[in-house]
């Protein structure tokens, strides 16, 4: 029998209203995992090349991992898996909270939506069943209250619903994919195609257990985890702050985005850090899915102009970024109301807010005025203008039409796309976190198969002081050598790599980075000791590490017949400039030309094509991908 996982994918023809049941034996999960693995599967085998984001011949696909909801902590996750309607490429987003682990349970580890509803509809999945069942009249409910009216409709309060809102039925190109209201799939849009499809969401509820090849030696670890965690300054913070802390920290260092990243630091970053945030808006710690670290912020905030609904949760560090320093806002208030209106509507709060601030140096740089933006003016700091503008961009109202295309089409529509001012990857916007500081993490922005993504690959602190723990727990990868956060070598590159294959297993397995070496606290090894004992496998750390490369080369495989070549693994122009501030301000860190070389090398560590970016065919027969040449 298998165990971790149920073997059955749902295939959901929208277009027919048929439902069937696949099955997929262990190789299938041996080669993918599950999650991202899982899904560039599927989006390379149905879906043509060509397609339109938005074409019923895209696909969704929900998918959890092996792990998913077995007793550990941070076991929790599942991977939204499609063509991302923001950047044409291959799309993912992976969220944490409960509904993969209630997914399982319910009889199934996978959801591929191919095809379109007539009308909007949602997915109830129940104990080895699943129905479509009418949505018409809750698909402009808020997030909250639609997450209410189906656990009313069918009767249990148990209910775990991931949905898109308002945004992605209204097409904002990064509405994202909620479940229990504060756990996301962001980023490239996973939403917005979900709202395309007239997908309003998917209500999960199982009686069926899950199966352990080993459940004694499970609860034992996360057991002993739960007691020793927080003895890791990492799993300590983690508990205490969440991701909150990062503000006054990476301003200190010069990496904290500022004024749309043209400035780094922030004399007021304590105003917005993790003390303030504690002070003034905490109101509990939780938790996903069998996880004792409970890095996630409950907060309440009673104020008759910035009030919030605590069920839609805090803000964690990206938000407070997107939505403060780099707008130039220090009122942290006025920013978990920012977070909330995103929660409601399901959007995306670091494209959202990278393209308000864009907007706003194009407003303040002469490139639009009053007659582009309805009357607006925009500019830095004002946090009523940020509040109005998310609001505009949820109902597709006004400049708010505009704003939720994203920033990579506003630049092409108002001639901007090659100026400093416009920050995007592959039409992704980057992450909170400057890679004039963190080298790799830029290396990580541009290479990435679906844009400037913060979560590529483990970040450079953590491997640039020999004596820490972080440094030292990835030895197991085989990275010997600490290298400074600020350098770009052929050290700093081959790290980055095994890194970012590491993570990608971590991805594909269902786990989330905050629980593991060397993010967190759980060594590797035992990592791999866990995945054995939830499935019964044999499975080496070289076998799980092959797989995390196998989706990575899916991904490239699924870009490079989509048009992109190694053009579009390149950095903004801005990142190139000397650092603003902090530490070695007025330095340039690297320059184009080093880094474009930098870029040359990652291929051919990965055996790409130099040109293309795609596997070469020696890297997919050791792979296994062969059949990826016959699409």
């Not at 599927?42 to 969704?60: C, H, M, R, S």
């Not at 209106?341 to 959007?347: E, F, G, K, S």
């Not at 995945?531 to 995390?548: C, F, I, P, R």
Request: net charge negative; hydrophobic share 40%; proline share 5%.
């Amino acid at each position: 029998m298998p165990y971790g996982y149920t073997g059955t994918t749902l295939q959901v023809d929208l277009s027919n209203r048929k439902i069937e049941i696949e099955e997929n034996d262990e190789t299938f999960y041996r080669n993918y995992l599950g999650g991202r693995g899982v899904g560039y599967r599927y989006l390379l085998k149905q879906v043509p090349a060509g397609t339109d984001p938005f074409a019923p011949e895209n696909i969704l696909v929900l998918a959890t991992g092996v792990m998913t909801g077995s007793p550990l902590a941070a076991s929790c996750r599942f991977a939204a898996v499609g063509k991302s309607p923001l950047t044409g490429a291959a799309g993912e987003s992976e969220a944490a909270g409960f509904f993969g682990p209630e997914l399982k349970k319910a009889g199934f580890d996978a959801i591929v939506f191919q095809g379109k509803s007539e009308k909007p509809v949602y997915l109830w999945v129940n104990d080895g069943k699943a129905e479509l069942k009418d949505a018409t009249e809750l698909a402009t409910l808020g997030a909250r209250e639609l997450e209410d009216a189906i656990r009313d409709e069918m009767g249990s309060s148990k209910i775990r619903v991931a949905q898109t809102g308002l945004a992605g039925m209204n097409g904002v190109l990064y509405a994202n994919i909620t479940n229990n209201l504060g756990n996301f799939n962001g980023r490239n849009g996973m939403g917005a195609l979900m709202g395309s499809k007239n997908v309003r969401a998917v209500a999960a509820l199982g009686s069926q257990k899950i199966e352990f090849a080993d459940l004694d030696y499970l609860r034992q670890t996360a057991k002993e985890y739960a007691k020793t965690f927080r003895n890791n300054p990492a799993g300590e913070a983690l508990h205490v702050y969440g991701t909150t802390a990062f503000p006054e920290i990476l301003s200190a260092a010069g990496a904290l985005p500022v004024n749309n990243f043209r400035r780094s630091a922030l004399d007021e970053a304590a105003l917005i850090g993790g003390d303030t945030y504690n002070e003034i808006l905490l109101n509990k710690r939780k938790g996903c899915h069998a996880c004792p670290i409970q890095c996630k912020r409950g907060v309440a905030l009673d104020d008759p102009k910035y009030g919030i609904d605590s069920r839609y949760g805090g803000p964690e560090y990206e938000t407070i970024a997107a939505l403060g320093s780099n707008l130039n806002i220090t009122n942290l208030k006025a920013i978990a109301k920012g977070n909330e209106i995103c929660n409601r509507y399901c959007m995306d709060t670091v494209t959202a807010g990278m393209t308000i601030a864009f907007a706003c140096e194009c407003y303040e740089t002469g490139i639009i005025t009053k007659s582009d933006t309805g009357g607006l003016e925009l500019k830095f700091g004002d946090a009523d203008l940020m509040l109005k503008l998310l609001e505009m961009i949820a109902h597709r109202e006004g400049f708010g039409d505009d704003l939720a295309q994203g920033s990579a089409r506003l630049a092409t529509k108002w001639g901007v796309a090659d100026k400093p001012s416009h920050l995007s990857v592959k039409g992704m916007e980057p992450a909170m976190h400057d890679p004039r500081v963190k080298t790799g993490v830029g290396l990580g922005y541009a290479v990435c198969t679906y844009g400037a993504d913060h979560m590529n690959a483990v970040h450079d602190p953590a491997i640039a002081d020999p004596q820490s723990f972080s440094f030292n727990s990835a030895k197991p990868l085989g990275i010997y050598e600490a290298v400074p956060a600020t350098e770009i070598s052929p050290a700093k590159i081959r790290n980055t790599v095994i890194l970012e294959r590491f993570w990608k297993v971590l991805d594909a397995l269902g786990l989330c980075v905050f629980g593991f070496a060397p993010r967190s606290v759980m060594p590797i090894n035992q990592m791999v000791q866990c995945v054995n004992a939830v499935t019964g496998w044999d499975a080496s750390l070289l076998e799980l590490m092959n797989s995390g490369e196998r989706s990575v080369a899916m991904a490239r495989v699924f870009n490079s017949r989509e048009g992109f070549t190694i053009k579009d693994d390149k950095l903004p122009k801005r990142l190139f400039d000397p650092k603003p501030d902090g530490p070695e301000a007025g330095k340039q860190i690297f320059t184009e030309d080093e880094f474009n070389d930098a870029v040359k090398q990652y291929y051919e560590i990965l055996g790409l094509d130099p040109v293309s970016g795609k596997p070469l065919r020696g890297k997919l027969l050791e792979l296994g991908l062969e059949w990826v040449e016959e699409l």
